[in-house]
């Protein structure tokens, strides 16, 4: 079956080819109607969905994938490896709970939620070992910065396909971005719309979004496309889902492209990675 990505793919490093924007983890406690945020969010057009472990979610969601019986080539399924899970049998047996949960065979992507000191090899070997057996096609990372990639890649065999980190106008990451540049790993942003609103408020990204005749949303997001990044918005919001997909047929000036990098704040949503590299989250 041909996949259904249209114009909005990206090929990572060892050739799989990966929607650019996909549909952030919708939360069970998130809305009152789990099922119709899903089938709206495939109706706008989603095709990527992401996902985690320690989201609490997967079975709600592979309950959701198995009833509307969507042919699994058409759709990519990206989970994530937690903090509890790592160390090599560890992920090994995460790795199988999180496919009966989503009632799959195989995932797109999967990676290590966060990077943790004590089991920090263990658990890439083990990630190396599903895709050496077919059972991912591309295996990557989430919240690792160079210092993390830098001790991963002192024994990897194979090259993360993907990071995923926090990314906004407020913190654009782009020291990491130009270093996953420089590696080919593909920069993937979680949190592309900011916390709180303060982005979607921002003064300049409203002036943009009337430039544009478009919402803050689509502008960020549009910003992180013609940087190279992906990203995984997520909104319970029928008519939000299909603003934040429809970037692919109109594109920002370099100029308005550059007043939003000056947004550059260094504000974090979430902690720095090595505050929770010792820990034992999740």
């Given amino acids: 079956m041909k996949k259904e990505y249209g114009r909005n793919l990206v090929r990572l490093n060892n050739g799989v080819e990966m929607p650019m924007l996909g549909f952030g983890s919708v939360l069970e406690s998130d809305t009152t109607d789990f099922s119709a945020v899903y089938d709206s969010a495939w109706q706008s057009g989603y095709r990527l969905f992401d996902t985690a472990s320690s989201y609490g ?69 083990a990630l190396e070992h599903l895709y050496d057996e077919g059972l991912v096609r591309a295996i990557g990372v989430s919240n690792f910065e160079a210092n993390h990639l830098d001790r991963l890649l002192t024994q990897a065999k194979i090259l993360p396909a993907l990071d995923q980190l926090e990314t906004h106008p407020y913190f654009s990451n782009h020291v990491t971005h130009a270093y996953l540049e420089e590696l080919g790993i593909q920069h993937q942003a979680w949190s592309p719309l900011g916390h709180g609103g303060q982005e979607l ?27 190279n990044v ?48 010792k820990a034992d989250l999740w």
């Fill in 230 to 277: 992906a990203a995984i918005p997520k909104s319970s919001n029928s008519l939000r889902q299909k603003q934040n997909i429809s970037l692919f047929d109109w594109q920002l000036t370099l100029p308005d492209e550059r007043r939003i990098d000056g947004l550059q704040k260094g504000e974090r949503v979430m902690g720095a990675p090595d505050e929770n590299y």
């Fill in 201 to 227: 408020n921002d003064p300049m990204l409203k002036q943009l979004a009337l430039k544009y005749n478009k919402t803050v949303g689509q502008i960020i997001l549009r910003w992180l496309y013609q940087k």
């Fill in 57 to 125: 979610n997967q079975t709600a969601f592979g309950h959701w994938l198995k009833a509307r019986g969507h042919i699994r080539e058409d759709y990519f399924l990206t989970s994530k490896v937690a903090q509890k899970e790592q160390g090599y049998e560890n992920v090994l047996a995460a790795f199988q709970q999180t496919i009966s949960e989503l009632q799959t065979d195989y995932l797109d992507l999967y990676l290590i939620h966060w990077p943790k000191e004590a089991t920090f090899f263990e658990s890439w070997k």
